[in-house]
């Protein structure tokens, strides 16, 4: 971890100083920017092209962690996507909590984010979910680790006991510009015994699978499918029926899908002929 301290009450100040950086970040070394006497109205801004913000009105300290891998950058963004459909999706009886943990492999990583909608209050429709597990999990790695993924996936379903009720994969392709959207579910019939264990375990069932790429002689892109967004139901994420709360499934839309894909291709670095 790397940190540094700055003074700086303008946001133009505050902007060219994240950008030198980002633009010198060490994708081994997770970076902080902590800027004191920052005024609210400057640090209510909205940063995230930069990094994660974490602001304290009444000390005027602004904290900005540099989103410094195409992993991180991938969170963010699928969770500010999920954050803006949790308030479309529902009602104001609707909140979302979210934790983050993060396991280092080697050189690489993958990212997990718990996310979990709660309802209130609490004599809205009763719920199996007890709240020791997230509802949903994002996990982001990339192609060398899919693998890993996949066994995260069937361990959140098995270990939770049906807790977890849907898993979001994003799947980062490090040598081309391509990048895989899936959402896991547990499989109708989960009873399966293990060979080593004898114990039940849970399988996991991929329910969507979107493919984002991109050329890099003519910069085209191409989903696939072309138009299917990825989908959330309203109960996996808030454990409650829609109808008695008066909601709606969550939809991540592919143009969002689409935007969220060249951010991370840009932090990796793909160059194209035909640009933006």
């Known amino acids: 971890m790397y940190g540094a301290q700055a003074i700086g009450s303008s946001e133009k100040m505050i902007r060219r100083i994240l950008k030198c950086h980002k633009r010198s970040a060490n994708l081994k070394v997770a970076k902080y920017i902590i800027f004191k006497y920052v005024p609210a109205d400057v640090g209510e801004k909205d940063f995230s092209k930069y990094g994660r913000k974490m602001f304290h009105k009444d000390s005027g300290n602004l904290v900005i962690k540099i989103v410094d891998s195409a992993h991180e950058l991938a969170v963010e963004r699928m969770g500010r996507y999920i954050s803006a459909e949790v308030m479309r999706a529902s009602n104001p ?7 983050e943990s993060r396991e280092i492999h080697d ?11 709660r ?28 693998l890993k993924l996949k066994a995260d996936v069937a361990w959140w379903l098995a270990q939770s006991k049906g807790q977890v009720n849907l898993v979001i994969l ?3 392709n490090q040598f081309k510009p391509e990048i895989t959207f899936e959402t896991a579910v547990p499989d109708d019939e989960p009873q399966i015994r293990s060979t080593r264990s004898g114990r039940a375990r849970y399988r996991p069932k991929t329910r969507q699978s979107i493919v984002v790429t991109r050329s890099q002689i003519d910069g ?9 967004p990825l989908r959330v139901k309203f109960e996996e994420m808030f454990c409650h029926s829609p109808i008695a709360l008066g909601g709606h499934d969550l939809e991540i839309t ?12 840009a932090e990796q670095g793909f160059k194209f002929k035909c640009s933006d």
């Open 93 to 99: 009886i609707i909140t979302i909590d979210s934790s």
């Open 107 to 117: 050189s690489e990583s993958t990212s997990s984010t718990e996310i979990s909608g």
């Open 119 to 146: 309802a209130t209050p609490e004599s809205s429709a009763p719920s199996d979910h007890d709240g020791s597990w997230p509802s949903v999990v994002l996990e982001v790695g990339v192609v060398k680790t899919v």
């Open 170 to 172: 994003i799947i980062i």
């Open 220 to 228: 085209t892109i191409k989903t696939t499918p072309n138009d299917a």
């Open 254 to 265: 592919i143009e969002n899908l689409t935007a969220l894909a060249k951010d991370v291709w």
